[in-house]
């Protein structure tokens, strides 16, 4: 077992690599005696925390007397709702499903990093690039649906016919590098924060780690909002009629 293998991923090595090496082989690829990668697993159990909280979130709704984590999901909800609003314009709500599972995913995904022996999946590339596909592919797909396949895909060539062989290849440079700025500064930023606190953890035990621990806390927020906020900007420049 690898040394860096945090405690769930090495159980669903031991007792799952069965199910997974099943899955690779459906799929072509080839199978291993450890298939469970750490990013996988943690992204499992972000999705499993989801669930279980928005299951006890339901159960406590009440419009007479909202607890301490309907008012925070609300808060989150309210503030998202109006980002949307001021970036991508007045439908901008009708996005915000995207929007705030994007935001709420990654939330917690960075997160997670916080608790001893588990890891951020973010801090992975690979997680941040699936994140980052699933904005581009959004923002295309509502382009095309909002304008139509050929409107959308006209505006890739500029204002002038005359300008079309040198717009179309910038514009095309232009988003596909959109996908590889979201993975990297997620990754980056991600990956930077975990290594510095643990430097700091195998220093100090206390003064140290809390302060890094508040600072990646704070760098969680901040790298969901960035993401959410990016992708809003992305849907609002392909649904918007005048380019």
Do not use: C
């Not at 909202?66 to 709500?93: C, M, R, T």
């Not at 232009?174 to 996908?179: D, L, N, Q, V």
């Amino acid at each position: 077992m690898p040394v860096h293998e945090p405690w769930l991923t090495a159980l669903f090595n031991d007792h799952l690599a069965g199910l997974a090496n099943a899955v690779l082989s459906m799929v072509g690829l080839p199978t291993a005696q450890r298939p469970w990668a750490v990013s996988l697993t943690m992204e499992i159990l972000v999705a499993v925390i989801l669930v279980v909280l928005f299951a006890v979130l339901r159960s406590q709704l009440s419009m007479d007397r909202p607890g301490k984590l309907q008012h925070a999901f609300e808060a989150i909800y309210n503030f998202l709702h109006a980002e949307s609003e001021e970036h991508v314009g007045h439908d901008g709500p009708k996005y915000l499903s995207l929007f705030g599972t994007l935001f709420i995913f990654i939330l917690f995904a960075n997160l997670l990093g916080i608790i001893p022996g588990l890891e951020s999946p973010t801090m992975f590339a690979e997680v941040p690039a699936g994140l980052a596909l699933v904005a581009f592919l959004y923002y295309n797909i509502m382009g095309i649906r909002e304008q139509g396949t050929w409107p959308y895909l006209k505006h890739f060539a500029g204002p002038m016919p005359i300008l079309a062989p040198l717009m179309i290849p910038i514009e095309l440079v232009s988003h596909m590098a959109r996908p590889l700025s979201l993975t990297i500064r997620l990754f980056a930023n991600m990956y930077a924060g975990e290594q510095v606190t643990l430097v700091f953890l195998s220093l100090t035990y206390l003064v140290g780690p809390a302060l890094f621990m508040g600072l990646h806390v704070f760098v969680s927020f901040l790298q969901a909002y960035i993401f959410a906020l990016m992708t809003m900007m992305y849907v609002a420049g392909a649904v918007a009629h005048d380019h």
